[in-house]
């Protein structure tokens, strides 16, 4: 070795490598978002799916459950929940809240209308039709 | 790396400053350890691929066909020819020849900036036909693969292009060249990835 | 102390284990709603105690992370911070914010809170960790740009050192990738993307710059290694963060609708990310060794050893063992991603705060360390916290392993429920060593209040 590796050739590395692969970082980012509209399903993405995504949002339901996988490991999964129970269960299942049941995990009361219960289901219904690469694994999420 | 193989935090410093050890390699170990580093991340990917087409070889060998293998031996051509201009560069400095080492830092300029002239041509064309990262499994690896390494070459050059300039500058002579030799390594790297790259992507069937 | 306007952090420090206790409580009534179902419940349901949780942890490490940043950079920069009224009168607007957004949470239904900030005017609420309200989300920016500020200048009119600098281009990141909170597309695809954008390129990316630079500021300090050494290995090391963790994000586009040569590039990347924090256990355990001076303080060594030993098994090791795509279709969100978050957060975060505290709290008290007695009694809560963490990971592991093998893994998968419910018994054991972790954290705390022979300061 014809020297030693100083702390401003580490330096240039630092900044080198960072901006190297931000930008790759960058040029994936903009690939991913020209293929998206083949798979996030945007065509279904109605005011109705809009309004159940606000509804979703403003009840924090991220604080218990996933979604595809992502939010609290509390709960079921709901990316698939529209497939596993179809949209009436899951709108009579919202309205019976809490079970009460002693000892069991509870989910509170909403109150939802039934508009905003018709939303929440277009909104679910929306998300288990984004291609999610086959997962999850199997319908119980 | 050197014979003693010392461990990853004491090495540079217990190195004595300018120790010519006989044998060991150029440049410095920390170099090194981001050498070997992009070497393995490429090497994952070139695992990935391989076992990738295990399991597609058609679809692979259909695809392979639509890469125009006369652009990519081109630009094999090119790097080993820039490789070789760093290698007489660092030559030169040693010679402290340091004019001509920068021309010669500038011919494997011209060669990597021909380099990307001609994946930029091969790019167009695949573009222009629609082609992305979702088209199929075998073009998603083309496109990472080797986009991945023609930023490669962008950041040598990069490189090459400092090193140029402190070369005319007089920055380097013989016993003062850590920094041309840790970029020549780096060029050299850049260079290996595609030697490899080239067949397994273009060539093997 | 070197310069008295180093005082502003232990305001930041105390607040920090404050709301750190916080924190842990909160964890111990959400590891009980596991297996009490119906514990406290109406009052604080598990999403909103969750909230409160995650919350506080970002926000204890936020004042640690500024109080380190105020301690060390007038240090390093050798002058004076710039402002020492900002820096106090940005705690109390800080700290007052933390605390009326915690009470709105337990305080209101989480509907309500958001209609009466504002919600409505740009929606960003509800998604996970950045629950916050409007005005607090503003709020966080207000404050660290002012505090950016603040910190920037110090170092502008001071002396600038790679410590300084890697710091400083943390913070920076954390503030201008927070600017993504603000971003919520209908797109449920697009908003994920970008939410990562804030996520990962915060604990995974400028985190770790902040990390690493507070790492060797306490390292040059306790063990007298030359700072050229230190502030290259540094270097290093962030190098390997960000190269492999900026495309690391990939890891997360596996399935959320995203295109599926993520799941290539993010297990390659991610793969490699366990290095960065294998050269930082290697450095700091060298460093260690290679010292040229017996510091006194003995706790924060031990503390800055764990940081590294700890960030690797728990950011490393656990981050690695679900990473790879084919392994992640089965674990991803699961209980595996509980126990990877858990040890990632506290050998990486919690500890490399705790390192700083335990160095800078003696100085700032006017003494070079603490009494034997009160550094045995900080070793211990390190231990007890150390451990105890390491068991919660080991448990939430094996709830998650039996978690994916029964509801998805098993030809005839059984639903959440039935598996939480055969699982139990690990939510039992996390919660018991959840009390250890807490009987951990209130040593620590003692341990501050614990006097004896105490060092004097050095000159």
Same mark, same amino acid.
């Given at each position: ?16 490598? =960072?901006?190297?692969?931000?930008? $790759? ?10 293929? $998206? ?23 924090? /339901?991220?604080? /218990?459950? =996933? ?31 809490? =079970? ?16 905003? $219960? ?24 | ?32 350890? +981001? ?6 991340? +490429? ?15 058609? &679809? ?14 081109? %630009? ?21 020849? %340091? ?36 088209? %199929?499994?075998?073009?998603? +690896?083309?496109?990472? &693969? ?8 962008? &950041? ?21 060249? %850590?920094? &041309? ?25 | ?50 909230? #409160? ?24 920069? *050798? ?27 337990? !305080? ?66 954390? !503030? ?26 915060? #604990? ?26 230190? *502030? ?82 728990? !950011? ?52 070079? !360390? ?33 978690? #994916? ?33 807490? @009987?951990?954290?209130?040593?620590? @705390? ?7 022979? *105490? ?5």
């Amino acid at each position: 070795m014809s020297g030693t590796f100083t702390k401003s050739m580490a330096r240039n590395i630092f900044y080198g490598g =960072t901006v190297f692969f931000f930008l $790759l970082f960058l040029a994936l980012s903009f690939d991913t978002n020209s293929a $998206l509209p083949a798979r996030d399903n945007r065509a279904n993405l109605t005011p109705a799916v809009e309004a159940g995504k606000k509804i979703w949002e403003t009840r924090n /339901c991220i604080g /218990c459950h =996933t979604l595809l996988g992502e939010g609290a490991y509390f709960a079921p999964e709901l990316g698939n929940v529209y497939t596993r129970r179809g949209g009436d269960f899951i709108k009579a299942w919202i309205k019976s809240q809490p =079970t009460g049941a002693p000892g069991r995990r509870q989910m509170p009361q909403f109150n939802l209308t039934d508009k905003e $219960l018709d939303d929440l289901v277009a909104f679910l219904k929306y998300a288990s039709e984004i291609n999610s690469a086959k997962w999850p694994p199997n319908v119980e999420g | 790396m050197t014979s003693s193989t010392p461990t990853l935090a004491q090495a540079p410093d217990s190195l004595p400053p300018h120790a010519a050890t006989g044998g060991a390699p150029p440049g410095d170990l920390a170099v090194w350890v +981001f050498i070997f580093a992009e070497l393995l991340a +490429f090497g994952v990917f070139f695992a990935a691929y391989a076992f990738t087409r295990m399991r597609h070889v058609e &679809l692979f060998d259909t695809m392979q066909l639509t890469l125009d293998r006369h652009a990519g031996a081109l %630009n094999t051509f090119l790097l080993i020819t820039s490789s070789w201009c760093v290698a007489r560069a660092v030559h030169a400095v040693e010679h402290t020849r %340091n004019g001509a080492a920068t021309r010669w830092l500038a011919g494997a300029l011209a060669c990597g900036g021909g380099f990307l002239i001609v994946k930029g041509i091969e790019y167009a064309d695949k573009f222009g036909a629609g082609i992305s990262l979702s088209t %199929n499994t075998f073009y998603m +690896f083309y496109l990472s &693969l080797t986009f991945f390494h023609f930023m490669h070459v962008i &950041l040598g050059m990069v490189v090459l292009a400092i090193l140029a300039v402190q070369t005319r500058r007089g920055d380097y002579r013989p016993g003062h060249m %850590n920094g &041309l030799e840790s970029g020549a390594a780096y060029w050299h790297m850049v260079d290996l990835v595609w030697i490899v790259l080239f067949p397994l992507v273009y060539v093997m069937r | 102390m070197q310069y008295k306007s180093q005082a502003v952090a232990k305001l930041y420090f105390i607040a920090a284990i404050a709301l750190f206790a916080g924190q842990v409580l909160f964890g111990l009534i959400m590891g009980l709603q596991y297996v009490v179902g119906d514990f406290l419940f109406p009052a604080i349901p598990f999403n909103v105690a969750r909230m #409160v949780h995650t919350n506080l942890l970002i926000v204890w490490l936020l004042f640690g992370f500024m109080g380190g940043a105020y301690y060390l950079i007038p240090e390093e920069s *050798e002058t004076e911070l710039y402002s020492p009224k900002l820096a106090v009168a940005l705690f109390w607007i800080f700290l007052v914010a933390g605390a009326l957004t915690i009470v709105g949470y337990l !305080a209101v239904p989480y509907a309500t809170l958001a209609k009466i900030t504002g919600n409505d005017l740009l929606e960003t609420m509800g998604r996970e960790f950045l629950e916050q309200p409007l005005p607090t989300k503003l709020g966080i920016v207000v404050v660290a740009l002012a505090f950016l500020f603040n910190i920037t200048m110090t170092v502008l009119k001071g002396k600038k050192t790679s410590i300084s600098t890697v710091l400083l281009l943390g913070l920076w990141g954390l !503030a201008v990738f927070f600017l993504f909170s603000f971003y919520n597309p209908a797109n449920l695809v697009k908003d994920k993307f970008y939410w990562w954008w804030v996520v990962h390129l915060w #604990v995974e990316g400028v985190w770790e710059l902040i990390l690493g630079s507070l790492l060797a500021f306490v390292l040059i300090k306790v063990t007298g290694v030359d700072r050229e050494v230190i *502030e290259k290995w540094l270097y290093v090391i962030v190098t390997l963060t960000l190269v492999t963790g900026i495309i690391g994000t990939g890891h997360h586009y596996y399935w959320i609708g995203t295109p599926e040569y993520w799941q290539w590039w993010g297990s390659v990347f991610s793969a490699l990310e366990p290095i960065p924090f294998f050269a930082m256990t290697v450095f700091a355990f060298n460093m260690v060794n290679r010292r040229r001076r017996e510091h006194p303080n003995n706790a924060a060594t031990l503390w800055a050893l764990g940081t590294g030993v700890m960030a690797f098994l728990g !950011a490393g090791v656990w981050g690695f063992l679900h990473t790879l795509a084919p392994v992640n279709y089965y674990t991803h969100g699961t209980q595996i991603t509980a126990a990877h978050g858990h040890m990632a957060f506290y050998g990486a975060y919690a500890m490399v705060v705790l390192t700083m505290i335990s160095y800078a709290m003696p100085v700032m008290r006017g003494r070079a !360390a603490n009494s034997n007695r009160a550094q045995v009694i900080e070793m211990w809560s390190f231990w007890l916290m150390t451990i105890a963490m390491v068991f919660i990971t080991l448990f939430l592991t094996a709830a998650g392993i039996l978690q #994916v093998w029964l509801q998805r893994f098993s030809s005839t998968p059984i639903s959440f429920m039935q598996a939480q419910d055969q699982i139990s018994l690990f939510y039992w054991l996390r919660e018991g060593t959840g009390v250890v972790f807490l @009987i951990g954290l209130i040593l620590y @705390i003692v341990s501050f209040f614990v006097g004896g022979d *105490e060092k004097p300061a050095q000159a």
